[in-house]
Nanobody, 123 residues
Framework: QVQLVESGGGLVQAGDSLRLSCAAS????????MSWFRQALGKEREFVAG???????VYADSVKGRFTISRDDDKNILYMQMNALKPEDTAVYYC?????????????????WGQGTQVTVSS
């Protein structure tokens, strides 16, 4: 399995931007499709964005046009640029790896998770 460590969260105001990073170690990063999930207090974990081995991307409707997922396979890092943040984006954000070509929106299918990074957006 791959080990994942997120960073880049913080407290921002509505309309601001943040960039999350997820550093991977262990097995070859490039063999995994990767995704970002988030979990708000009292809610279930939800899919945010995913990227395939070949860097094709998919987004939840709630973040489409505002968030951009990317990967650097040379550095073994997954990124997510988050623009025009809203208070409803407040959550703990997790990166996850799946040993497939394409990502899945089903959190139960992932076998490697980071510890999470808190993003708080004030109004």
């Amino acid at each position: 399995q791959v080990q994942l460590v997120e960073s880049g969260g913080g407290l921002v105001q509505a309309g601001d931007s943040l960039r999350l990073s997820c550093a991977a170690s262990g097995r070859t990063f490039g063999t995994y499709a990767m995704s970002w999930f988030r979990q708000a207090l009292g809610k279930e974990r939800e899919f945010v964005a995913g990227i395939s081995r070949s860097s094709s991307t998919v987004y939840a409707d709630s973040v489409k046009g505002r968030f951009t997922i990317s990967r650097d396979d040379d550095k073994n890092i997954l990124y997510m640029q988050m623009n025009a943040l809203k208070p409803e984006d407040t959550a703990v954000y997790y990166c996850a790896a799946i040993g497939r070509v394409f990502p899945s929106a089903n959190a139960n299918e992932y076998n490697s998770w980071g510890q999470g990074t808190q993003v708080t957006v004030s109004s």
